[in-house]
T-cell receptor
Framework: SQTIHQWPATLVQPVGSPLSLECTVE??????LYWYRQAAGRGLQLLFY??????ISSEVPQNLSASRPQDRQFILSSKKLLLSDSGFYLC??????????????FGPGTRLTVL | RKEVEQDPGPFNVPEGATVAFNCTYS??????FFWYRQDCRKEPKLLMS???SGNEDGRFTAQLNRASQYISLLIRDSKLSDSATYLC???????????????FGQGTELSVKP
């Protein structure tokens, strides 16, 4: 069965510090991978998605970046965090090129607080 | 107009009640539809996919009306454990060349009381 891991579970960082969140998927190959952010009391916002190694699409302009160095690894980074970067960061995967549906499965998330 | 709109909630119901969640979507080209459940401070989890013919899973029934661009979720005989936020989700435009994007509604919170 497939499993998706994220770490750390919680993180408190000062404004201006760098960020690196990691996500790995087990039990599947060539997945689509996604990074979402959920601000307190808000809906999920898609930040990045990737259909393959080194292929990253950005959904919203921001000071965050993503990388996919390996097939089942997805990394979210920032060089300098802003207060507005606080939120619940979720990684998700889906089967690539699914014909009829694109169910996505989420990792446990990282709760980031920027002070 | 939001791409996916849900009842604002919250819904507060007694155990055993029947609850209906409504959702509308703006993109008539959307191909796939889902309901997710999100417990407080947890990740969303897939509850069920929604098919054109409607589908049922135990106490849960999902319906899709493509003409009206409307999706519903019915929970019968609600349990305390059903308390959560329910997210309506549809696929975004151009799914086959954009990695299967999902558009999430804001969610409707359900609280089932004893």
């Amino acid at each position: 069965s497939q499993t998706i891991h994220q770490w750390p579970a919680t993180l408190v960082q000062p404004v201006g510090s760098p960020l690196s969140l990691e996500c790995t998927v087990e039990g599947t190959s060539n997945p689509n991978l996604y990074w979402y952010r959920q601000a307190a009391g808000r809906g999920l916002q898609l930040l990045f998605y990737s259909v393959g190694i080194g292929q990253i699409s950005s959904e919203v302009p921001q000071n965050l970046s993503a990388s996919r160095p390996q097939d089942r690894q997805f990394i979210l980074s920032s060089k300098k965090l802003l207060l507005s970067d606080s939120g619940f960061y979720l990684c998700a995967w889906s089967v690539r090129l699914a014909i009829s549906y694109n169910e996505q499965f989420f990792g446990p998330g990282t709760r980031l607080t920027v002070l | 107009r939001k791409e996916v709109e849900q009842d604002p909630g919250p819904f507060n119901v007694p155990e055993g009640a029947t609850v209906a969640f409504n959702c509308t979507y703006s993109n008539s080209a959307s191909q796939s539809f889902f309901w997710y459940r999100q417990d407080c401070r947890k990740e969303p989890k897939l509850l069920m996919s929604v098919y054109s013919s409607g589908n049922e899973d135990g106490r849960f029934t999902a319906q899709l009306n493509r003409a009206s661009q409307y999706i519903s979720l019915l929970i019968r005989d609600s349990k305390l454990s059903d308390s959560a936020t329910y997210l309506c989700v549809v696929t975004g435009p151009g799914i086959y060349n954009q990695g299967g994007k999902l558009i999430f509604g804001q969610g409707t919170e359900l609280s089932v009381k004893p």
